[in-house]
């Protein structure tokens, strides 16, 4: 199980944190690749995540003279520029696994995987990215999310409010549903948090370790995304036992069942009704909060996702 064979040397870089603090959670060390002063890619163990005592920070610097048993990469940047100007020759050649955390952005069913290689493994987080991206030769792999919250963080849903969390939702526009939250935010009272909420007139940035208690005490929470991964927060609202209303669209349509956990479609009208009968009868709420909750634990436990990774990489190592 989770502690057979070798512990490994797993060198990757800091691209989502909430993802990788997960992801740490299997029984490895984990070398994450720093720059002067943190930028975006090689933030190392910064924010306020709880990181354990198998995540080490390494300089990009000294990355050729250390030796590993993986290569984790995560972003396109990496692989492209890091594995050719930051390995070592010998480290190019070492197993190697490449984690895809988004669908295709720019052809939604043709585009081709710039990772195009057989020798490496292509891990998506959803089935859907799977399905949709064209990996060529590349082998490829799902892993579904696994989280935890905080203990005793359960929902009460007493704000006859919904939450809505999404980071950068202004900038990201369109694809993220900013402009469906802006319509429904009319209609049904919604509360946005996230990095630069205040754009749109919301709340902020909520910490970490502090969102799923903030977010229990509203009604529902809302998924305005059309094109995306299946988001953490969405799994971590379930978690808690939060109702979800969110568009059917992406890897969510196989995850929220209406009238047993929440309730999904793609007429932004029929959400409304949805949320504002949510609004009216909090034991409803309650009822699909506890299914939704159900469902996380059954789907998005984080043990079965550390012992997928576990798996992972003692084969690719082997």
């Known amino acids: 199980m989770l502690h057979s064979l070798r512990r490994l040397r797993v060198l990757t870089w800091h691209v989502h944190g909430n993802y990788l603090y997960y992801l740490t959670q299997t029984p490895h060390d984990f070398y994450l690749v720093t720059k002067p002063g943190n930028p975006p890619g090689y933030a190392g163990k910064t924010g306020v995540l709880p990181w354990g005592d198998n995540v080490h920070e390494i300089a990009v610097d000294d990355v050729p003279d250390q030796e590993f048993d993986v290569i984790l990469y995560q972003h396109k940047d990496h692989w492209e520029h890091d594995r050719k100007h930051v390995l070592s020759a010998a480290q190019r050649r070492l197993p190697r696994v490449y984690i895809e955390h988004d669908p295709p952005q720019d052809n939604p069913f ?13 891990v998506h987080v959803t089935h859907f990215n ?21 203990a005793g963080v359960r929902y009460s849903g007493e704000l006859e409010r919904g939450i809505v969390v999404v980071n950068h939702l202004a900038q990201r526009g369109r694809r993220l549903g900013a402009d469906v939250f802006s319509e429904i935010r009319t209609r049904v009272p919604l509360d946005l948090v996230g990095m630069e909420a205040e754009r749109l ?8 370790l502090d969102l799923a208690a903030f977010s229990a005490r509203y009604r529902f929470f809302f998924n305005p995304i059309r094109w995306t991964s299946l988001g953490l927060a969405v799994v971590e609202a ?11 669209t992406t890897e969510l349509a196989t995850v ?13 009208n029929v959400l409304v009704e949805a ?7 909090p034991g409803e709420a309650r009822r699909l909060g506890e299914g939704a909750r159900r469902t996380a634990l059954e ?16 084969h690719v190592a082997a």
């Open 201 to 208: 007139g919301g709340i902020g940035e909520i910490g970490n």
């Open 275 to 281: 949320m504002r009968a949510l609004l009216r009868d």
């Open 299 to 314: 789907r998005f436990h984080i043990d079965r996702f550390a012992q997928d990774w576990h798996d992972t990489l003692q």
């Open 130 to 150: 799977q399905l949709m991206w064209d990996c060529g030769v590349t082998p490829t792999r799902v892993i579904e999310h696994g989280v935890f919250v905080p």
């Open 256 to 268: 929220i069942r209406n009238g047993e956990n929440g309730f999904i479609h793609t007429d932004v």
């Open 110 to 122: 043709q585009q081709w995987h710039w990772v195009d290689d057989p020798d490496t493994l292509l």
């Open 238 to 248: 379930m978690t808690i036992g939060m109702p979800i209303v969110g568009l059917a």
